[in-house]
């Protein structure tokens, strides 16, 4: 028996296999829908300077690339989102500070996150290429997303088509973005006005929907020490007087909530549970 040439041969097997899965074809792309806001405004003209939470971005897109999914990425201005500073602490990695590093290599591995699409062009080709939406939170979505009306025709699209939208702590408040007059309806929300808001939400795709979304009651928990600052609305507040179903759990433990194509969670620590549930939506609808 030459050994060089059963040697060879396995050598070309083993490169003939690796090549196989390099080769693995995707299973299709996934909308991530980042906020361009770096600030939140708050009530008595104060800021508070926000992004995306990186948790809630890393853990559910880590889930959707593992499952065979591409991300691809995109914003209100196509610039570089913003990461929240204070996402990046270990109590949102079970308090391993190893994992938070993880997370942070793997978000700064995608070209794409630090060029994204403009929302606009997404809504002016259409979303007919993409299996599902994902959006992470951060109090950056209460800023453009809710008020973003290219967002709310890309909503729309999927909504219509029934793929699955996945969104996670404030990120649900952009749902609103797909009412008839988003910005209208954001003036409403902060001056008070609640039957502006039930007139401006008639039509609402989401009305009746079940969702799960950031809490009042956790929102204040954070405003003295962390927002240093009110919020000018309560997202559950805002997303029930607009029509939808509130279904939160209890505070700072995970929830998610599936109603349809709708996959929503509540907070941070949400973000496992999340991930599972949007990919086994994306997987049953692939099928």
């Known amino acids: 028996m030459n050994l060089l040439k059963v040697g060879g041969a396995l050598l070309a097997l083993g490169l003939a296999v690796s090549n196989a899965y390099a080769a693995e074809p995707s299973k299709g792309k996934?909308?991530?829908?980042?906020?361009?806001?770096?600030?939140?405004?708050?009530?008595?003209?104060?800021?508070?300077?926000?992004?995306y939470y990186?948790?809630?971005?890393?853990?559910?897109?880590?889930?959707i690339v593992d499952a065979g999914y591409t991300p691809v990425f995109a914003d209100?201005?196509?610039?570089?989102?913003q990461m929240d500073v204070s996402s990046n602490n270990d109590m949102f990695f079970d308090k391993d500070a190893a994992k938070r590093e993880e997370a942070l290599k793997f978000v700064a591995s995608f070209d794409g996150l630090k060029h994204p699409?403009?929302?606009?062009?997404?809504?002016?080709?259409?979303?007919?290429?993409?299996?599902?939406?994902?959006?992470?939170?951060?109090?950056?979505?209460?800023?453009?997303?809710?008020?973003?009306?290219?967002?709310?025709?890309?909503?729309?699209?999927?909504?219509?088509?029934?793929?699955?939208?996945?969104?996670?702590?404030?990120?649900?408040?952009?749902?609103?973005?797909?009412?008839?007059?988003?910005?209208?309806?954001d003036k409403a929300l902060i001056s008070g006005d609640d039957n502006a808001v039930k007139s401006l939400a008639k039509g609402w795709p989401y009305a009746g929907y079940k969702v799960s979304v950031f809490s009042k009651g956790e929102e204040q928990q954070l405003e003295p020490g962390q927002l240093k600052g009110s919020v000018l609305f309560y997202n559950d507040d805002a997303l029930a007087k607009a029509g939808a179903v509130v279904d939160?759990?209890?505070?700072?433990?995970?929830?998610?909530?599936?109603?349809?194509?709708?996959?929503?969670?509540?907070?941070p620590f949400s973000d496992h549970e999340f991930g599972q549930k949007l990919v086994a939506a994306l997987n049953a609808k692939s099928h």
């Open 248 to 267: 939160n759990g209890e505070a700072w433990k995970p929830h998610v909530v599936v109603d349809r194509e709708l996959v929503t969670a509540q907070q």
């Open 76 to 81: 209100p201005q196509g610039n570089e989102p």
């Open 117 to 185: 699409l403009k929302l606009s062009a997404v809504a002016a080709k259409g979303t007919s290429e993409y299996k599902g939406l994902f959006m992470p939170g951060g109090h950056a979505p209460m800023q453009d997303l809710m008020k973003d009306k290219d967002l709310g025709k890309i909503l729309t699209q999927f909504h219509s088509t029934g793929r699955p939208t996945g969104i996670i702590c404030h990120g649900p408040i952009a749902l609103l973005a797909a009412a008839h007059d988003p910005v209208a309806l």
């Open 54 to 63: 990186l948790n809630e971005l890393a853990t559910p897109l880590k889930a």
């Open 30 to 51: 996934v909308l991530v829908v980042m906020s361009s806001a770096k600030t939140l405004d708050l009530k008595e003209g104060k800021t508070y300077e926000t992004g």
